[in-house]
Structures are given as structure tokens and as C-alpha cells.
């Protein structure tokens, strides 16, 4: 009798764990922000504002590009900035915590986002990224428009 009871046990050990697995793994982070398709796109002479972001995005700007700091020194020398909060929906949203948090600073030059993850700031814009893909984005705040202090 007890040689039947260990596979029954161990099958049930076994789901159990996969059900814990499956209940404490994080939900699917939000997606990134999506343009409004009923707004034409904008040109280079005449840009448009689509979701809190320019249409096309200035010329120069670091608008949504993936890339890895090359050097852990980077956080230093391009000055990261502390705050710990962690969790963000997305670009739109980090940029309006730096707006309304530091206006007076004028420190928020870039910021990486990883929707539901994360906002990292920095008071420098790094020269040393690479364009290795990331689970984060890179936005200067030149790339967004229509943000006020009470939005």
C-alpha cells in the first residue's frame, strides 16, 4: 500500500509547486505606449503630438532606443539619480515624476523605462550605450509634448 501512496504524493507535490510557480510570478509588465492611429503622423517641419510624444521625435533626440550603459561607473559619471520608486507604467509617466518631483533641479535629462518595472534617471546623458537590445527604452524629455504640472 505505501509503494502506491509515493508516485500519488509526489504527483501532488509536483502540482502544487507549479500552481506556487504560477501564482507568484510577476503579471505581464504593460505594454509600451501606443500612437493613436486616428492622428496623421506628423512630418520633420511639422511634428504632432500623439500620446504625450512628438511625431516624428525632434531630430538628435534619444527618443525609445534600447541600449546598455557599457561600464557600471556609468551610474556615477552620468550622475543616476535616487528615488526609489520602482514602479512605472511607462515613458509618459516617468517623465511627468520627473516634472512634477524635480522642476527646480532640472536634473531629469534621461530616463530608462521598463514599463511596470522600472524609471532610472540620470542628470547626464550617457555617451557609452551600446544598441543591444533591452527590456528598457531610453527618452530625453525633448520627446515628449502637452505635459503639465497638473496632468
Known amino acids: 500500500m505505501p509503494r502506491l501512496l509515493v508516485p500519488w504524493f509526489v504527483l501532488v507535490m509536483a502540482i ?6 504560477v501564482m507568484t510570478c510577476d503579471p505581464k509588465p504593460p505594454p509600451w505606449p501606443k500612437k ?10 511639422n511634428p ?3 500620446n504625450h510624444q512628438w511625431d516624428p521625435p525632434p531630430k538628435g533626440a534619444i527618443c525609445g532606443e534600447n541600449g546598455w550603459l557599457n561600464d557600471f561607473k556609468d551610474n556615477e559619471r ?26 527646480k533641479y532640472g536634473d531629469c535629462k534621461i530616463f ?5 518595472k522600472e524609471c532610472a534617471k540620470w542628470e547626464k546623458i550617457p555617451t557609452t550605450r551600446d544598441n543591444r537590445t533591452t527590456p528598457w527604452k531610453w527618452y530625453e524629455p525633448r520627446c515628449f509634448c502637452n505635459l503639465t504640472k497638473e496632468w
Open 16 to 21: 502544487a509547486t507549479l500552481i506556487s510557480v
Open 36 to 45: 493613436d492611429p486616428n492622428i496623421k503622423p506628423g512630418t520633420e517641419k
Open 48 to 50: 504632432v503630438c500623439n
Open 78 to 103: 552620468f550622475g543616476f539619480i535616487i528615488d526609489h520608486q520602482e514602479f512605472w507604467y511607462g515613458p509618459n509617466e516617468c517623465w511627468v515624476d520627473c516634472f512634477k518631483k524635480r522642476p
Open 112 to 116: 530608462a523605462v521598463w514599463p511596470g
